[in-house]
T-cell receptor, first 117, second 109 residues
C-alpha cells in the first residue's frame, strides 16, 4: 500500500522559534496533502489543504502566516509553525491523496508531537 | 457545512459485539470512512463505504445509509487491543475528509 512518512515524530522547541514538519509520500505522487491538528482527547481538525504547485487553502480560524505550508513537489509537503508558542503544542498529522489509481483511501503520516516550552 | 456526530465514549466486554454509530449532515458526500486511532498514534484505516449496505472485513463491519445520513461500525469478538478511539470521517469536495469527534472505546475483561 501507499506509504506516507512524516518527520520528525517528536520535537520540543523554545517559545518564539520556528519548527518545520515534513510529510513525504514514498511510493506514490500525492497531488493533494492535508494537514490536521489534534489536541488531547479530541478528534482531528483540518488545518489546510495543499495541492502541488499552488497555494494552500486554509480552514477558517487557521492563521496562514503562522502555519506556512509548502507543497513544492508531488512527494513533499512541509508545515512550518512560525514563532511557536506553548498553545501551539499539539499533535500534527498529514495525510496524502494520490491519483485515481490509489482509490479513495487517505494515507496518514505517523504524526508529529510538538511541544513548545 | 459539515456536521458529524458520534458518541463520545463506549464501554464493552471482551468477546462481545459493539456497534458505534455515526450520523452526518454534509454539503457533499463522496464516501464515509472509519479509522482506528490509539493514543499518540496516527489513525489507521478500517473501512470505506460509498454505497448503501454492509461491508464486512473480518471482525469489523461497516454499514451505510445515505438517505438517512447514517453509518455504523460493528466490532465482533472484541479483544483488549480494540480499546482505542474510532473516528468516523466523511469525504467531501476535493478528497477532503471531515472527522467526527471520535468515540473512545474501552474494552473490559
Amino acid at each position: 500500500g501507499a506509504v506516507v512518512s512524516q518527520h520528525p515524530s517528536r520535537v520540543i522547541c523554545k517559545s518564539g522559534t520556528s519548527v518545520k514538519i515534513e510529510c513525504r509520500s514514498l511510493d506514490f505522487q500525492a497531488t493533494t496533502m492535508f494537514w490536521y491538528r489534534q489536541f488531547p482527547k479530541q478528534s482531528l481538525m483540518l488545518m489546510a489543504t495543499s495541492n502541488e504547485g499552488s497555494k494552500a487553502t486554509y480552514e477558517q480560524g487557521v492563521e496562514k502566516d503562522k502555519f506556512l505550508i509548502n507543497h513544492a513537489s508531488l512527494t513533499l509537503s512541509t508545515l512550518t509553525v512560525t514563532s511557536a508558542h506553548p498553545e501551539d503544542s499539539s499533535f500534527y498529522i498529514c495525510s496524502a491523496s494520490g491519483g485515481a489509481e490509489l482509490g479513495t483511501e487517505a494515507f496518514f503520516g505517523q504524526g508529529t508531537r510538538l511541544t513548545v516550552v | 457545512g459539515q456536521n458529524i456526530d458520534q458518541p463520545t465514549e463506549m464501554t464493552a466486554t471482551e468477546g462481545a459485539i459493539v456497534q458505534i454509530n455515526c450520523t452526518y449532515q454534509t454539503s457533499g458526500f463522496n464516501g464515509l470512512f472509519w479509522y482506528q486511532q490509539h493514543a499518540g498514534e496516527a489513525p489507521t484505516f478500517l473501512s470505506y463505504n460509498v454505497l448503501d449496505g454492509l461491508e464486512e472485513k473480518g471482525r469489523f463491519s461497516s454499514f451505510l445509509s445515505r438517505s438517512k445520513g447514517y453509518s455504523y461500525l460493528l466490532l465482533k469478538e472484541l479483544q483488549m487491543k480494540d480499546s482505542a478511539s474510532y473516528l468516523c470521517a466523511v469525504r467531501g469536495r476535493g478528497n477532503m475528509l471531515t472527522f467526527g469527534g471520535g468515540t473512545r472505546l474501552m474494552v473490559k475483561p
